[in-house]
């Protein structure tokens, strides 16, 4: 375990940490977070049209939640581009790069264009479903700005500094719409179909039980490294996405929600992070509880953002963070939460969430019930609740022995 743990802090974890603040690999991220605020304001739509459901007088606000999480692809493509840019130094082209994906995206998505100049183009395409094209469409102008822009051409010219923008704005633009007009409308190509084919053994392995139990176990493994699960933005967010679209979708047709892949499975139903990414709430309880007052002091101050679901302060301080002996409970508990919640709603025993409400620091059991719409909820809140304290209780006890007996050395030491 020695040799383990050494290779984890001292090899692994840096290596991580590096390969995360590349700008290509820091700027999806980045993309991903920017457009939060646009799918919670989709969720807000969701929890209002809750209340709608018993008041049918209130106003529709659909075309809310259309023109929000409904342009998650455009969306991405535009933040993508303008977020490599940023990361790559390239600040002269974060806007311009970002219009030019629009542009990309709009093509990738196969429009139909008639002689009388009408446009027209499945709306579907612009939303979730879209996401994976709008982060192609958004690296392909990258690339190309980046080419480019290294080139810093006209820099020795002796034209006015605002000819100079132009140009160099010109010939990426340029080159960036040429090649996907000559990919959709020279070549016939419909990229939006191709890049979800090229992808959909990805979302499809997202929504088996291995896959969603890997995506849940790699969050939390190198979330106990210190790297937050933010870092899997890029994967989860398009996986996630198009499953509760997906769910929405089939439940508007009379159909069954199937896809448990989704944040609000994992996040908003609060079962699988229960306190937190890797189910700290039970062990924030025992430390509570403590005959370490060390342990008893952080465990009092981080139990209130526990309940809603926000690990942090635990995470640090306790700390669970390159602690072997906690960091193996929470790995245990990235498993068994995810198979609990897996084997609860594909039997049918609980519902699978059917709306968008992405606010994970709803407390459970109350989200649970909230996001699945199933008092049952409650009983697998209370199966899990237990299965976690199982788990931690072990590994806990000998950590808060080892930690006394610190606390006791320094009192005599003093």
């Known amino acids: 375990m020695n040799r383990f743990m050494d290779w984890l802090s001292n090899s692994f974890t840096p290596t991580m940490n590096k390969f995360a603040q590349r700008p290509w690999v820091a700027a999806l991220s980045s993309s991903m977070q920017k457009i939060i605020p646009f799918i919670l304001t989709g969720s807000i739509i969701h929890l209002y049209n809750v209340l709608r459901s018993y008041i049918t007088t209130l106003p529709n606000l659909v075309r809310i939640i259309n023109f929000s999480f409904g342009m998650l692809g455009l969306l991405t493509a535009f933040m993508v581009a303008n977020q490599v840019m940023e990361k790559l130094g390239h600040t002269k082209y974060t806007i311009n790069a970002g219009l030019t994906a ?78 996907a007009v000559l990919l959709t409308f020279k070549f016939d190509i419909d990229l939006f179909a191709l890049i979800l084919k090229v992808f959909s053994p990805i979302q499809g392995f997202g929504q088996t039980l291995p896959g969603f139990v890997l995506l849940i176990f790699l969050m939390t493994f190198f979330y106990t490294l210190g790297i937050s699960h933010w870092l899997w933005n890029g994967i989860k967010t398009p996986i996630f996405m198009a499953g509760i679209a997906a769910n929405i979708a089939a439940v508007e047709q009379g159909l069954s929600a199937t896809n448990i892949a989704t944040n609000e499975a994992v996040f908003t139903a609060g079962l699988i992070t229960m306190g937190g990414m890797g189910a700290t709430l039970t062990l924030n309880l025992l430390m509570c509880f403590s005959k370490s007052k060390s342990l008893k002091t952080v465990g009092r101050l981080s139990i209130l953002p526990s309940i809603f679901n926000i690990n942090e302060p635990i995470m640090y301080s306790a700390p669970i963070v390159m602690n072997p002996l906690l960091m193996v409970p929470m790995w245990i508990n990235a498993i068994t939460g995810p198979l609990v919640i897996w084997f609860t709603m594909r039997s049918g025993f609980l519902n699978i969430p059917s709306k968008m409400i992405q606010v994970g620091q709803i407390p459970a059991p109350l989200s649970s019930v909230m996001i699945t719409e199933d008092l049952r909820a409650i009983i697998v809140y209370i199966l899990l609740f237990i299965i976690y304290l199982a788990t931690w209780y072990p590994f806990f006890k000998v950590y808060e022995k080892q930690r006394i007996t610190e606390e006791e050395f320094e009192a005599t030491s003093k």
Do not use: C
């Open 102 to 179: 629009i542009s990309v995206f709009l093509m990738f998505i196969k429009p139909i264009i008639n002689d009388n100049g009408v446009l027209t183009v499945e709306f579907a395409r612009f939303g979730p479903t879209g996401i994976i094209v709008g982060i192609v469409a958004g690296y392909l102008v990258s690339i190309i700005f980046h080419f480019i822009g290294k080139r810093d051409l006209l820099s020795e010219s002796s034209l006015p500094d605002f000819v100079i923008g132009w140009v160099q704005n010109i010939i990426p633009i340029f080159t960036s719409i040429a090649v």
